[in-house]
Each structure stands twice: as C-alpha cells, then as structure tokens.
C-alpha cells in the first residue's frame, strides 16, 4: 500500500518543496522522507519535488494508508475516502499535546478518532494523555480496543553543526508562537533582569503570524533583542543554532519538545521548568531545571557568563557526556523504524 500524509496546516511551494520549518512541516517531510513515493494530501492534483500533492477526494482507499497528523478530523478524513466505496486505511498521528485540546467537542471528538482509529504518538508522554482522554470520553467497547503505539520523536544528528561561540552570548527565544501557553511574557520577564546583569543578545525567529503581536513589538523594542522571520533554509537553521549560547523555556507544556532538544544537540544550555514535560526528555540529574522565575533569572545567567562551567555540569548529569547521552535517547532512526514496522502491524505492510 501507499502512504499518505495529511497535515492541513502544511503549504508546498512554487518548487515542489514542503515550506516551512516549523514543527508540522518538518514532521510532514520526515514522513515524506521514511516512506518514500508518498503522497502528501492537499491542494492538487499537481507533482511535488518528490511526492505527489493529491486532493484527499483523488486518493485510492483501497491501497493507500492515510496518516492523519490532525486527529479530530480523521472520522471525517474517513467519510470522505468511504464515498467512493473502498474499505478506508487511516491511522492517526498525534505529534502535538492533548492539552491543546480545550473544548470539550474537541477533546470528546479527538477521544473518539483515537478509539476508532490505530494511533501513534510522538512520546511517551504523549500516549498516556491519548489513553486517558479515550477512557474518559469514549464508551468502554471502544475503549478497550484503542491501539496507541508511541517512540520518542528524535532529530536528524547528521544535521547539527560544529559550534562558533559568539563574542556576545545569544539567548534563543525557544519557539515559534508567542501562544500563552509557552509563556512569552516570563520569558521577557527573567531575560530583561539578566541583561541588565550581563551583555547578551536575545533572537526570536517567529512564525509570520505572531511576528506582528504586541508582545513581538514589545521584545523587539530592546536594544539586545532581534526579532525576525524564520530561518528560510535548513542549514540556515543549524547555523543558528551552533552559535546559540543558551536557551530558556518557559512553556507550561510539551508533548515532546523538539525544538529545546534540537537547541540542547547543537551545544546550548538549556534552562528549563521543572516540569514533568522537560524531565522526560533530560537526565534525572540534569542541574538547570528551576522552579521559580528567581532560581530561572540565576540559572540563565551562568549559562551566558559561565558557559563552559555550566556544559561541565551538564556532562555529569549525563555519567560524561550530555551531548552523547541526548544523541543516544534522542536519534531519530529510533523513529523512523519504529513508525515503518508500526504500520506494517496495523495494515499488513
């Protein structure tokens, strides 16, 4: 059978490409790129760099499985593909937190689409949100017969870059959104205190849709702070990364936390909460995890002043090395196989 990838959130450009380098495109091109001469569900019928872009109407139930990236549409991903009498083949993908799921339609309706359908999940964590909303807003016969799969996302180690130590130390603003839940305000909050302590410069490279928020105005209005689009390559992407000094997170929660992983392989010191997101993707020793926007202010501000002390620290948490231990937990072949063999036990491939 032929794969097929649907992410509604996803643009393709004049070349053909998947645009864009936010979490749902990359995983898009991920999926793209472990199966390859898929389709990618869309605006068509047109070829694609190295994919075909179909409308969801002109995909073949009968020998095409459909990973749905948008779980509470997937009942009526399947409507849409039994119209034409074949017998659907749709699996979810659920890559993005529960938690974001407010409404109770919304959750009662993604509940539902991981009863009804085989589901795999970007994490542990993740997974276990999936089961609990099943069990709470789904029927016991359904319940009990849900299938969730799950491994770790990981990253492309082959893309990380040798580090450039900048003369000033770079804070990464760690997102893409200023959304509440990642807290942008704190983040403003803690980073003013320590740039009146020490030099540093902050970046930010936002999604063009927050780039014109207040508080993208109020962060850019300091004289140590750049705000900008997102980087338009890959390796543009790595570039910045491999002269970050540090990052600090503020988000309240995280189904996985690509993006401070990415940032922790490329030689950042992460400043994180201590919350249960972050500590699932970090040794249990990890030393910069703070519970008070104080004990943060304190952290952040080795991290850009004693830099070296502070990847030292990291190292031991990890019994040696941290860059090792995060490469070891965190490589994205884990994934790849392990979503391959996953569909090939729920569909016979």
């Known amino acids: ?28 091109r991920r999926l ?30 009968d020998d095409t499985i459909v990973i749905n990236m948008a779980p509470a549409d997937s009942v009526a991903v ?17 890559w993005l937190g529960t938690s974001r799921f407010h409404h109770p339609v919304e959750r009662a309706a993604v509940a539902l689409s991981c009863a009804l359908f085989p589901t795999f999940a970007n994490s542990e964590r993740t997974a276990g949100e999936v089961r609990e909303m099943v069990e709470r807003w789904t029927i016991p016969s359904l319940a009990e017969k849900a299938e969730v799969a799950w491994v770790n996302l990981g990253i492309r180690l082959d893309h990380v870059l040798p580090r450039r130590d900048p003369e ?22 803690i980073v003013e205190r320590v740039a009146k ?14 780039l014109a928020t207040e508080q ?36 309240t929660d995280e189904s996985y936390g690509l993006e401070y992983i990415e940032a922790l392989v490329a030689g950042a010191v992460g400043v994180l ?6 500590r699932a993707i970090l040794p249990a ?35 040696g090395s941290f860059a090792e231990w995060l490469r070891a937990k965190h490589d994205d072949d884990r994934f790849d196989a392990a979503i391959v063999e996953q569909v090939g036990r729920w569909f016979g491939q």
Not at 293 to 319: I, N
Request: charged content about 20%.
């Open 1 to 28: 059978m032929r794969i097929a990838v649907r992410n509604p959130d996803v643009l393709v450009d004049t070349d053909g490409h998947v645009a864009g380098h936010d979490a749902g495109a990359t995983l898009v």
């Open 32 to 61: 793209l790129r472990i199966f390859p001469g898929s389709i990618l569900v869309g605006p068509g019928p047109r070829r694609g760099a190295d994919f075909d872009l179909l409308p969801l109407e002109f995909v073949d139930p």
């Open 78 to 94: 399947w409507r849409t593909l039994a119209a034409s009498g074949g017998e659907p083949h749709v699996m979810n993908f659920v």
């Open 168 to 189: 000033v130390p770079v804070v990464l603003y760690p997102a893409i959104y200023l959304s509440d839940r990642k807290q942008p305000q704190l983040f403003l909050d």
């Open 197 to 210: 302590r020490t030099p540093l410069r902050v970046e930010a490279r936002l999604h063009e849709s927050h």
């Open 216 to 251: 993208a105005m109020r962060l850019s209005l300091h004289d140590w702070a750049w705000v900008g689009p997102l980087t338009a390559t890959r390796e543009g992407y790595w570039s910045a990364l491999a002269r970050t000094t540090a990052f600090l997170a503020t988000a």
């Open 273 to 278: 909460p201590d919350r249960p997101w972050a």
């Open 285 to 319: 020793d990890y030393p910069f995890l703070y519970r008070t926007p104080a004990e943060a202010e304190q952290m952040l501000l080795r991290a850009v002043t004693d830099t070296d002390a502070c990847r030292k620290e990291a190292d031991a948490s990890a019994g």
